[in-house]
Structure formats: C-alpha cells, structure tokens
Nanobody, 123 residues
Framework: QVQLVESGGDTVQAGGSLRLSCTAS????????FNWYRQAPGKERELIAA???????HYDGSVRGRFTNARGEDKNTVYLQMNNLKPEDTAVYYC?????????????????WGQGTQVTVSS
C-alpha cells in the first residue's frame, strides 16, 4: 500500500504563486506515475499534471506554462509549482499515484489518493 500526504494549499491573490507538495510512503518502489488532479465546486475532478518515473511531464492546457511538476531527489515527493494563479484555479487539489504490477514483488495495479488540499485564488 501507498500513503500520500499533500500540503501547501492556501488562499492567494490572482497572479500569486503556491507550491504544493505530495509525499508518498509505504510501497513507494511500486509507484510508476504521480498525478495531480483538482476539483472545483460543482465540477468533476480533472487531471492537470502527470509525471512519469522517467521524469516526463504532461500538462493540461489550462495550466501549461504556469504550473511545473517535479519529483524530489528521493523520488517519493512531488512538487507542483503554481505561478500566475487565476480565480479559476480555485479547487481542491489531489495527489494521485499509480502503482504497477510490472515492478514485481508485491506490487499491484492500483491508484492511490491523497486527502486533498484547498487552493483558493481571490480576484
């Protein structure tokens, strides 16, 4: 099993910046990708950023050029640097990790979620 803990959510003014962190513990050797999702009030949860084991990033068009996703040196922490924040970025942000049975041992194909962290951007 994998446990994910997010931090860094806050209230900022439009144009400001925040950095979210997500730290994984448990069977971290089974993790393939880390993903960031967000869910705004009344809307579905959406994938906004993903980073693979190799460090390849993918971004949704709504955040590309403003958000940067990176893994820490220990590979078990990911950071989402969010710049030039807009009111429409207001949401609960969730960290998600995929585990892969191809990694062997006790690894299974599963996805884990953090508890979420609130980001509020005021205009």
């Amino acid at each position: 099993q994998v446990q994910l803990v997010e931090s860094g959510g806050d209230t900022v003014q439009a144009g400001g910046s925040l950095r979210l962190s997500c730290t994984a513990s448990g069977d971290t050797s089974c993790i393939s990708d880390f993903n960031w999702y967000r869910q705004a009030p009344g809307k579905e949860r959406e994938l906004i950023a993903a980073i693979t084991t190799a460090g390849t990033n993918h971004y949704d068009g709504s955040v590309r050029g403003r958000f940067t996703n990176a893994r820490g040196e220990d590979k078990n922490t990911v950071y989402l640097q969010m710049n030039n924040l807009k009111p429409e970025d207001t949401a609960v942000y969730y960290c998600n990790a995929d585990t892969d049975s191809d990694y062997g041992g006790s690894c299974t194909d599963y996805e884990y979620w953090g508890q979420g962290t609130q980001v509020t951007v005021s205009s």
